[in-house]
């Protein structure tokens, strides 16, 4: 071999090297996020699943990959969705919401799954029990569906001269049977008449509140759902140019002009959901991490909102508050 061999095989042998080294380092396992709505609407929840992640130890692009999944509120799009994570053999499903979860559940019973509901898990069956779910799944619950006969009581509370009552329900989730049947129960207990209202893509909107107005429906409770929850500032914006009062369930909705928000807090769970993410990932099973259930739940009350709607609001109920918004 002469030296001009010599000299190119060493620098072949060089620019190997680090492809070889690059071929030898295992790939990064990958956690499937599937949610039935859009990404720009839920990014604060993202960061909250990452902080969780962190604090197991894993960050995005250094030790794990994120195989982001939307449907973009097309809920039938989701068993595509998550068919297509199982036949890339992620190593974790995160869920949310409900429909997202059964969507998962129903695709696999291998992969690990960690989900996010406002509902009861054991009802709409996720789970077999909260302390023992067994399977391959686990995850939080904020029982935000639970608290919605207070929802209404409290809004009662505001305007106890009203009679009736709407909720907006989306017909398509997993919680709306649960939700109506609840309440029901409590408008017969306070005296009142209830109109459920369903809706399942934006454009049913107008209809919804062109029906409470001709129902002369005094206020409106705005049932638990992913869907509602992705356009929150829509919602307000929608109660106070109709100047119905409405509650609903998240801070986003008080913020944005809704006159009341009563519920837990999806940003402290999705952290905990990255927490279980992160454990899984380093070889706990989920059937032995039982379904942590949120107990703290915010009453959040924007006071400017009902100033505008001509609402007295008891001081009773502003001592009950957790943030009033002037």
Same mark, same amino acid.
């Given at each position: 071999?002469?030296?001009?061999?010599? *000299? =190119?095989?060493?620098?072949?042998?060089?620019? $190997?090297?680090?492809?070889?080294?690059?071929?030898?380092?295992?790939? !990064?396992?990958?956690?499937?996020?599937?949610?039935?709505?859009?990404?720009?609407?839920?990014?604060?929840?993202? #960061?909250?699943?990452?902080?969780? !992640?962190?604090?197991?130890?894993?960050?995005?692009?250094?030790?794990?990959?994120?195989?982001?999944?939307?449907?973009?509120?097309?809920?039938?799009?989701?068993?595509?969705?998550?068919?297509?994570?199982?036949? #890339?053999?992620?190593?974790?499903?995160?869920?949310?919401?409900?429909?997202?979860?059964?969507?998962?559940?129903?695709?696999? &019973?291998? *992969?690990?799954?960690?989900?996010?509901? +406002?509902?009861?898990?054991?009802?709409?069956?996720?789970?077999?029990? !909260?302390?023992?779910?067994?399977?391959? *799944?686990?995850?939080?619950?904020?029982?935000?569906?639970?608290?919605?006969?207070? #929802?209404?009581?409290?809004?009662?509370?505001?305007?106890?001269?009203?009679?009736?009552?709407?909720?907006?329900?989306?017909?398509t989730n997993s919680n709306a049977e649960t939700l109506?049947?609840?309440?029901?129960? $409590? &408008? #017969?207990?306070? +005296?009142?008449?209830?109109?459920?209202?369903?809706?399942?893509?934006?454009?049913?909107?107008? =209809?919804?509140?062109?029906?409470?107005?001709?129902?002369?429906?005094?206020?409106?409770?705005?049932?638990?759902?992913?869907?509602? &929850?992705?356009?929150?500032?829509?919602?307000?914006?929608?109660?106070?140019?109709?100047?119905?009062?409405?509650?609903?369930?998240?801070?986003?909705? $008080?913020?944005?002009?809704?006159?009341?928000?009563?519920?837990?807090?999806?940003t402290d769970n999705f952290r905990q959901v990255g927490?279980?993410?992160?454990? /899984?990932?380093?070889?706990?099973?989920?059937?032995?991490?039982?379904?942590?259930?949120? &107990?703290?739940?915010? !009453?959040? /009350?924007?006071?400017?909102?009902?100033?505008?709607? +001509?609402?007295?609001?008891?001081?009773?109920?502003?001592?009950?508050?957790?943030?009033? *918004?002037?």
């Amino acid at each position: 071999m002469n030296r001009r061999e010599v *000299i =190119t095989a060493l620098a072949v042998a060089a620019a $190997a090297r680090p492809v070889a080294a690059r071929a030898q380092q295992p790939a !990064l396992p990958v956690v499937g996020f599937l949610n039935s709505a859009s990404p720009a609407l839920f990014a604060h929840l993202v #960061r909250a699943f990452h902080q969780g !992640l962190s604090e197991t130890g894993y960050a995005e692009g250094r030790n794990v990959a994120i195989d982001y999944r939307w449907a973009e509120n097309q809920y039938h799009r989701l068993s595509v969705l998550v068919g297509d994570l199982v036949r #890339r053999q992620v190593a974790v499903i995160v869920a949310f919401p409900n429909v997202s979860a059964l969507a998962a559940k129903s695709a696999t &019973t291998t *992969i690990p799954i960690v989900f996010v509901t +406002g509902s009861d898990p054991v009802e709409i069956g996720l789970v077999a029990s !909260l302390n023992r779910p067994g399977g391959n *799944i686990t995850g939080v619950t904020s029982l935000n569906v639970e608290v919605g006969q207070k #929802r209404l009581e409290l809004l009662h509370e505001l305007v106890p001269t009203t009679t009736v009552i709407a909720a907006l329900v989306n017909p398509t989730n997993s919680n709306a049977e649960t939700l109506t049947r609840d309440l029901q129960a $409590a &408008t #017969r207990a306070l +005296g009142l008449q209830l109109h459920v209202l369903p809706a399942s893509t934006e454009g049913d909107f107008d =209809t919804v509140f062109a029906s409470v107005v001709r129902l002369r429906a005094g206020a409106l409770v705005i049932g638990a759902d992913a869907f509602f &929850t992705s356009r929150s500032e829509l919602l307000a914006a929608l109660t106070l140019r109709h100047a119905v009062p409405t509650i609903y369930q998240t801070r986003e909705f $008080a913020l944005a002009g809704g006159l009341m928000s009563y519920g837990g807090s999806f940003t402290d769970n999705f952290r905990q959901v990255g927490v279980y993410t992160g454990r /899984i990932l380093k070889g706990e099973k989920p059937a032995d991490l039982p379904v942590q259930q949120a &107990t703290k739940v915010d !009453l959040i /009350i924007n006071l400017k909102t009902a100033r505008m709607l +001509g609402l007295e609001v008891p001081p009773s109920l502003l001592a009950r508050a957790d943030e009033v *918004i002037e």
